[in-house]
């Protein structure tokens, strides 16, 4: 298996199905192929230079305009994906004041940002011409605690009224409802599950 750093940070399709995207860590690019007409991805991926450093995490918008969370420097950028695979960036490297931020989900008209490095989750919020922006001053939606800590994946329930996060050095998840306005509220946390240096335990999904 190759280095964490080395390996690829997410593999996504875009929302049309029409392009698989991979963010590579170690070589900083977002790279891009083709899907070809029997369901195959292109030989060959459009690379991209990351508007970022360590290029991990992916989501979408409604618009289908693409967010990747860049690990480094605790930031993220929003690209355009063209139909020849190149990206034309929206919005280069948004900080948030955090540290490693590994996954990105979209709830509703929000997007959370799970930081790793300091068991916080950050809110974001666009507008219409995919312009990003904090839901608060600080950067954190969600502060750590005693029983969340090393924030690993997130996952928003089909109704995208909810939000879920894995602590996987806790071995715990926590709930929170979603504000109107981006902000989150826990409602719960479930304990007792196998932390991350036991048992390799790492993604959550909800419905």
């Known amino acids: 298996m190759p280095l964490f750093s080395r390996s690829p940070g997410q593999v996504a399709f875009t929302p049309g199905g029409r392009e698989l995207v991979v963010t590579t ?5 977002v790279e891009v192929f083709p899907m070809t007409r029997d369901g195959r991805p292109a030989r060959r991926a459009v690379v991209n230079d990351s508007a970022g450093a360590v290029p991990f995490a992916i989501t979408f918008d409604k618009a289908g305009r ?7 420097e605790s930031t993220v950028s929003t690209y ?8 034309e960036v929206v919005q280069k490297s948004l ?4 540290s490693t931020p590994c996954r990105l989900e979209r709830a509703g008209d929000f997007f959370y ?3 790793t490095g300091n068991s916080t989750v950050t809110g974001y919020r666009t507008n219409r011409q995919g312009s990003l922006a904090l839901t608060n001053d ?11 800590q090393g924030v690993i994946d997130l996952a928003a329930t089909k109704d995208e009224k909810f939000l879920y996060a894995q602590n996987a050095t806790s071995g715990t998840v926590d709930g929170f409802r ?3 306005n981006g902000s989150l509220t826990k409602v719960g946390t479930t304990t007792g599950l196998p932390p991350f240096a036991e048992s390799g335990m790492e ?5």
């Open 66 to 72: 693409m967010l990747v969370a860049e690990a480094k």
């Open 178 to 180: 979603v504000g109107r």
């Open 95 to 98: 900080p948030n004041g955090q």
């Open 80 to 87: 355009k994906v063209r139909v020849d695979g190149t990206l």
């Open 25 to 29: 860590k170690s070589a900083n690019t």
């Open 113 to 115: 940002g799970g930081n």
């Open 203 to 207: 993604g959550i999904a909800a419905v």
């Open 138 to 148: 600080v950067g954190v939606a969600a502060p750590p605690s005693v029983k969340s």
